[in-house]
């Protein structure tokens, strides 16, 4: 189905404002990037020791995940004060350095904002559980148990077991949709909406380009309280959640309706910082995931851009690819997406889409390829422009609190955040002159970056090539999209936009596969990519070795 973006005309659009339209951002995860300090874990001067790196990826801008103060029990997704950096990762100095560096280097800085939930050590918090009678103490949200001492609802905790931990100093549960060191901030409050959009303001001030708002649908819960339904399970006992959370249809403890009057107020704010954008985090899939992120970014005054969970799964055909975009298309109308592969949060997609039989590098390649042809912006995690395959942590080695309490049928989050390997030969890798917080798997070392810098047709050679070639068709960052219909486990789509009209052809299968072009469609194929796919002599028709692609310009 045919896909029409705003305009085709980039001339059209303030480039400045709008860089964000189909921009590339790199994901760097601070504990795992480059340690300066020699304790092991990465910090804020690593990243800027290591932006010349990222620049030369050809990215438009870097998302770093949080590096707050924080008792590091989610790893800094439990903020004890939003407005400083922990010593585990620097200073505030170190991020200014980090901004002015990467804004030399012609990169945009995204930071992480984690405004659903605190950590339990911050002073917000501390002063809301004191009383039930002073400034905060309706900043979090507490509820009275019910007669029989239980929690006052049914809801749960993405993490394991009840969202509601009892506080004996205020006699009352507090709502904690995480961990129990998280408790959930009560955005109802306005004094609470402004004292986080005061936060936002604050790194505004301080040169960033824009935010990643993580878990931006768990903003709000029903004020009322009320049960969650049960979700609609089928299948066997085998089929069944390994989280009991699953269990359940999440509509009063978050994707509330009152999330968009909220977003409304964060984009007036960076509305009066031009150039600035903002990333949505759904942490959902399906057709509901493609509602809110049409209603988050839907009129120009919310978010500019969200992702959801859609490609963050082990689903890898050509089928899903198409069903999925044409949905979104279908429900999101003018809204923006940002489409990702792999995060912090999910095993590497390299793991997750493997094959028998298939070539490790060949997957990353075309994934990387996909990836970079869609209509929306894009982020990349680190590490998969090296074809980082997800980590075996053994049970002794982890430490993320998701991945041991649900061990061993689930294994977390320990095995997509191991460091980053620069250089074969140095030890760890050239990550840290210390023992890693998490272990380097051997597997990963050989594909250090000094190694890859210097072999021609390396996976980080073709993902720069990959890039430029992006970059160079202004169709495949702002051009409109269509589906065409072509063998099951061919991807086939046209971008048209910028004067240019692209074909771009995906076989994610592991034969050979022939692509008849239709009607009187005349194709030239097209140089500076990656892939082998090659016309037949008369035009007729593409030949697609497998798991490989084709690009070319009709007309």
Known sequence: MPVTPATDDAGSRDAAAEWWRGAIIYQIYPRSFQDTSGNGVGDLAGITRRLAYVAELGVDAVWISPFFVSPMKDFGYDVADYTDVDPLFGTLADFDELVAEAHRLGLKVIIDQVLSHTSDQ?????????????????????????????????????????AWQWDSRRRQYY????????????????AVQEAILAVVEFWLERGVDGFRFDAVNYFFDDAARRDNPPASLGGSEQDLPINPYGFQDHIHDKNRPETVAFLTRVRALLNRYPGTTSVGEIGDGGTFALKLLAQYTSGGDKLHMCYTFDFLGPEFSAAVFRSRIELFETIVNDGWPCWAFSNHDVPRHVSRWARAGLDQDRLARLAAGILLSLRGSVSLYQGEELALTEADIGVADMVDPYSIRFWPEFKGRDGCRTPMVWQAEAPNAGFSIAKPWLPIPPEHVTRAVDRQQVTPGSLLADYRRLIAFRRDHPALTIGSMAFLDGPSDVLAFTRHGGGEHLLCLFNLGSTEARFDLPGAMAVTALAGHVFSGRLDEGGRWVILPPCDGFFGAVG
């Open 175 to 190: 709502l904690h949709n995480f961990l129990t060191e998280q408790p959930d901030l009560n955005l109802h409050n306005p």
């Open 122 to 162: 911050h002073a917000w918090f501390r002063d809301s559980r004191a009383s039930h009678h002073n400034a905060k103490s309706d900043w979090y949200v507490w509820a009275d148990a019910k007669p029989d001492g239980t929690p006052p609802n049914n809801w749960l905790s993405v993490f394991g077991g009840p």
